[in-house]
């Protein structure tokens, strides 16, 4: 698609956003959170441009990891028309906790 596919968020990804904001506003700087919905902004229009640019996952099939930082991971999946992100996952965290 010229102007890249349409991203769909799901309510998982969205709250795990939430957090995410609101881990930056309670332990780091006004920058800090600017830099990373630059990284956020700038990874998510990637995807949408070429949605085959990230690797697939061994643990289920059509979903895409891509490294945001060293602490979170999106995951994705797509068809013919959308993008759906279906979670920010904290790589710190146990993978098997990861239900995607």
């Known amino acids: 698609m010229k102007n890249g596919y ?3 968020w799901s309510n998982e990804a969205r709250d795990n956003l939430s957090q995410i904001i609101d881990y930056f506003e309670e332990k780091w700087t006004e ?3 600017k830099k990373f919905f ?3 902004e700038k990874i998510i229009n990637l995807i949408s441009q070429n949605p085959r640019l990230f690797m697939l996952t061994k643990k289920r099939k059509n979903v895409r990891r891509c490294v945001l930082s060293k602490q979170t991971s999106i995951y994705y999946k797509f068809d013919s028309e ?4 279906i ?3 904290d790589n710190r965290q146990n993978p098997k906790s990861l239900k995607i």
């Open 38 to 40: 630059q990284r956020l």
């Open 31 to 33: 920058r800090e959170l």
């Open 87 to 89: 979670t920010l996952f």
């Open 6 to 8: 349409k991203i769909v």
């Open 82 to 85: 959308r993008i759906f992100i």
